[in-house]
């Protein structure tokens, strides 16, 4: 089963009904983005010799031609390998070349390190010369005449790159079962699907938001790309407006901006249908001020790369529902397991922790991811006998509402993205002048957290922000840099050698006065 058969079945249902608008303009109908898939599936494969189970990455910000291209990749049989926009072309590269991708589509072409794509890979620049030529054909190929490749419902469909404790990033397979039954049970725990609703990508459409296009291209709705190309409180209140009935994926940092944006205006939610927020805490303080400001449109979802948008559930009417008597407990915790998942809170030997008693959680089911991309190793350590070990920690109360209480990974989310330390340990370790480290998030209420960077320098070594800034600057993306540094002799350790972190956060919250200063 290829999910690109969602996109088919619907452009002949509904052809003429809009799929796809660029802020308030019409990108395309159901009958001309099937259209428009299938011509350039084909071309893919007439000029670049696209095969079934080859890669193609979509290195871009959310645009008009996002959902085309996707739909394309699975069209032809292919793997489609979203990688994060913000990510430095360096490491975009890196995971062109992981992925082995045949194409790897980005915002205006030649915006890679040519020299160090893989053998055999093309970049095509979306809107590009290139990329005209690819819908050449456009007119005389009806969607309804071709329909995707057929694809076993095993095989990849999405290439997910998130990070693994190691720091390096890792492929999650995800499979056309995986994504089907990810959507299946949104419709089913997470929000009702209607083809009256417009999804909005105020999210990165290479994570989360863009995993939630499926349920809403099976129901012919309309999905809006706004101008701004990604998440602009202003713009979103306008568009609930223009539009109404909006829906979309905002991470808790997210949420909290709307909302100010929204005291501002004196805007109190009409026209947004839904807002899924998910991807890291959301403070209580500031989902009561949103469901105060915006009313019950709030739908808490708690899932990860490896088994994607789909652990938990906390329904609109449980995060709302005040008179309960647990409410304010229910309202903390991620909720309660999706349908198609058995969720369990293990100790380190695999039986099952207490109720309320801390240990990590682990998930088996459907959207379960196959396992990691050219990486046995990694897969045999997350997947075993049929659970997803999530590195979350967490505890499950008598009624099944499951409560995270740390992540054990160590993730950085700020601004809704994530950063992974060791990622930045590295890069840091690389500049001649630093004899170790360690980077930890902090608390900060704007971002949610920002990045900490503890270095102990080489003895004699000119070793300071400014030098440490610039180096960082031009081997990662902005966002990972480290915002605060702190310089100092040596690092908290344990018995066995290994840095503790805890101690290091607790520095950072007691002292952020003196971050920036050398200790
Ligand atoms: P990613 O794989 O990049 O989507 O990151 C997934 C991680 O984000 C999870 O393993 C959790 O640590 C965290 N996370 C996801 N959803 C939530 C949530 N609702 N509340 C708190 N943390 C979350």
Redesign the pocket.
């Known amino acids: 089963m290829n999910i690109a058969n969602w996109l088919y079945a619907s452009s002949r249902a509904y052809p003429d009904r809009a799929a796809v608008r660029w802020g308030d303009a019409l990108h395309a109908t159901y009958a001309e983005l099937a259209a428009r898939a299938a011509t350039i599936s084909e071309q893919l494969g007439r000029l670049y010799n696209l095969r079934p189970g080859d890669r193609v990455a979509i290195y871009a910000a959310n645009c008009p031609e996002y959902l085309e291209l996707l739909y394309a990749t699975w069209w032809a049989g292919a793997v489609a390998v979203p990688v994060n926009h913000k990510l430095h072309p360096k490491e975009a590269t890196w995971i062109a070349v992981n992925a082995e991708a045949r194409l790897v589509f980005t915002e205006t072409g030649s915006q890679l390190p040519s020299i160090d794509l893989p053998e055999g890979c093309s970049e095509i620049g979306i809107g590009s010369q290139a990329y005209a030529e690819l819908l050449t054909e456009l007119r005389s190929v009806p969607a309804a005449t071709r329909k995707p490749v057929e694809r076993s419902s095993q095989d990849i469909a999405w290439l997910f790159y998130?990070s693994g404790t190691t720091g390096r990033p890792k492929g999650v397979m995800l499979t056309h079962n995986n994504l089907t039954a990810m959507s299946l049970t949104y419709a089913l725990d997470v929000d009702q699907v209607s083809q009256s609703d417009h999804p909005l990508y105020a999210a990165p459409m290479s994570?989360?938001a863009g995993l939630y296009n499926f349920p809403y291209i099976r129901a012919g709705a309309c999905h809006v790309i706004p101008r701004s190309r990604g998440f602009d409180p202003s713009e979103i209140i306008d568009m609930a407006g223009s539009h109404g009935n909006l829906t979309f994926f905002a991470a808790p940092t997210m949420v909290k901006r709307l909302v100010d944006a929204s005291k501002g205006r004196g805007f109190k939610g009409k026209g947004i249908k839904s807002i899924v927020?998910?991807?890291?805490?959301?403070y209580a303080s500031d989902l009561d001020a949103a469901l105060d400001q915006l009313g019950d449109i709030f739908v808490?979802?708690?899932?990860?790369?490896?088994c994607?948008m789909t652990i938990t559930a906390l329904p609109r009417h449980l995060v709302s529902d005040k008179g309960h008597p647990n409410w304010q407990a229910r309202r903390n915790s991620?909720g309660i397991a999706q349908a198609c998942v058995s969720v369990r809170v293990v100790n380190a030997d695999f039986t099952d922790c207490a109720i309320g008693e801390t240990g990590e959680i682990v998930v088996s089911g459907d959207p379960v991811m196959r396992g990691y991309w050219r990486n046995q190793q990694a897969t045999d350590e997350t997947l075993v006998d049929g659970w997803l070990r999530?590195?979350?920690l967490g505890h499950l109360d008598a009624d099944g509402f499951l409560t995270?209480t740390d992540?054990a990974?160590d993730?950085i989310?700020s601004g809704g993205s994530?950063i992974y330390p060791r990622e930045v340990e590295e890069v840091l370790l690389m500049h001649g002048s630093v004899a170790e480290v360690s980077v930890i998030g902090m608390p900060e209420p704007e971002w949610g957290e920002a990045v900490v960077a503890f270095v102990v320098p080489k003895k004699g070594a000119i070793c300071d922000r400014e030098h440490l800034d610039t180096w960082c600057k031009s081997q990662m993306a902005s966002f990972k840099k480290p915002k605060h540094y702190v310089f100092a002799t040596e690092l908290p350790k344990n018995s066995y050698g290994k840095i503790v972190k805890t101690t290091l956060r607790e520095t950072a919250a007691r002292d952020v006065v003196t971050i920036d200063r050398s200790v």
């Open positions: 998130t994570h989360g927020y998910g991807g890291g805490p959301m808490q979802i708690y899932g990860q790369g490896e994607p991620v999530t590195g979350d995270l992540r990974k993730v989310i994530n």
